[in-house]
């Protein structure tokens, strides 16, 4: 973290990555992209690119498509069949993304874990730290490659990978609850928590994977609502938003 400043929008963290989920680029209950709320996230994230945050995002694609709900159907699909499709549903967010940040004039370069060169480069690890460097916003699709994987995972090996100060993730609630707060109104929002309260209560925001990746590497976890404007800012300042996870405190 950065000392304090004046500023209370000043960035608090110099290497971020987000975590959009497939949701985040539709209506939530339908299926697909829409372009209000992918232009939406770009909005946001122009002005975090123009204060010298180094930016990447990893996006999810459960908006298209979601390899788990396929694999359910095991007699007609192999799991990993399903898992890499979708997979390829994150690289449509992904360029969706990718148009709308650059019609608002953020630099941004595509990066994908499975190869497709005419469309996007391969993830590799110095280059993408080179466009961070640059000022350029990196879009990371395609989860890891592998199946069997959540792209919450990815995120966290991403973090790891890239050095991130945090990873944020960005979700339709505001943190971390005792239970599903749509189903029991009482739920409680947690502000703090540690890696190893996360994964004992089966708080199943993110998945126990990603938890433990980001504890061994000790990347601290943000978990906030973005559809508040403008809490994609306040939560890269530091603002007390959201549920933030981390060793100790």
Known sequence: MEEASNDPLKPAYKRVILKLSGEAFGHQGKSGINVDETVGIARQVVRLARSGVELAIVVGGGNILRGSAFSAHGQVMKESTAHHMGMLATVLNGLALQ???????????????????????????RRAI???????????????GTPFVTTDTAAAFRARDLEADVLLKATRVDGVYSEDPEGNPHAILYDRLTYNDMIRR????????????????????????????GNIERAIAGHAIGTLVKESF
């Open 99 to 125: 148009a709308a940040l650059e019609s608002v004039g953020v630099d941004t370069r595509l990066q994908v874990a499975i190869r497709m060169d005419n469309i996007a480069e391969p993830y590799i690890l």
């Open 202 to 229: 089966d708080l199943r925001v993110m998945d126990t994977q990603a938890i433990s990746t980001c504890r061994e590497g000790k990347v601290p976890i943000l978990i906030f609502n973005f559809k508040r404007q």
């Open 130 to 144: 080179r466009h961070l460097e640059k000022g350029r916003v990196v879009i990371l699709a395609g989860g890891t």
